[in-house]
């Protein structure tokens, strides 16, 4: 299952404890999330233009951040948790509420690549904004056979920077960034009306590789 709500959240860790970072982001910090009610899937990616890591946990709703459980793995957490966030570098973490999908998300939440973008909408421009993806950016990007699905959510929570608006890509390889179906949704009467908002322009990009295999819920027997 593919829940509604994710939970966005990037960090980096110095290179001389990488290894040690990613076997307690495998071992410890996703496993004991897996086990919780809500929490339907994980899946880790590195960064294309820096050393970030991000992982992106799809949840039921945003009350899988609120039960007791989950506040007593914030709130207690192991040791080498309490090491990691108090010496990794670049954290983030958002909340996305999910406000549509576009294409086979089945088949595109296990892609190779994913291309994020985020944009700090003002509230009086959000219908604007939400109508140019629904009817006119993301069907023309869904015309590459590349380009597997779309997620657009809302950012109710955004730290450190705030942003109001996140899409995930989700792609089969880098060409899709260069194909002409791309350059045809970067070239309409639509977007070109986007850009002279003056936070169109501040945007923010990341393409994303994925780094191992996709981690599922475990429900108790």
């Known amino acids: 299952m593919i829940g509604k709500t994710i939970l966005y959240s990037e960090m980096r860790p110095a290179p001389e404890w990488e290894d040690r970072f990613n076997t307690w982001y495998h071992e410890d910090h996703i496993p004991v999330r897996m086990v919780l009610d809500g929490w339907e899937g994980a899946q880790r990616y590195t960064s294309d233009e820096d050393e970030d890591y991000l992982v992106v946990y799809d949840l039921t709703s945003s009350d899988a951040l609120k039960t007791p459980e989950y506040d007593k793995v914030k709130t207690d957490p192991s040791d080498e948790t309490k090491w ?97 179906e791309r350059a045809a949704a970067r070239s309409t009467e ?25 981690h ?6």
């Open 216 to 221: 599922h819920a475990v429900k108790a027997s």
């Open 190 to 214: 639509f977007r070109d009306r986007m850009t002279r908002h003056p936070w169109f322009g501040q945007g923010r990009y990341r393409l994303f590789e994925a780094f191992g295999g996709r």
């Open 84 to 180: 990691m966030l108090a010496n990794v570098s670049n954290f983030t973490r958002f909340i996305g509420a999910e406000l549509g999908r576009h294409g086979d998300l089945e088949a595109g939440i296990t892609a190779p690549l994913i291309f994020t973008s985020m944009f700090d909408v003002p509230a009086e421009d959000e219908a604007e904004f939400d109508a140019w993806m629904t009817e006119d950016h993301a069907p023309l990007l869904m015309g590459c056979k590349d380009w597997l699905a779309i997620r657009r959510f809302s950012l109710p929570v955004a730290e450190p920077v705030r942003y109001t608006r996140l899409t995930i890509h989700y792609l089969a390889s880098r060409d899709a960034l260069s194909s002409p």
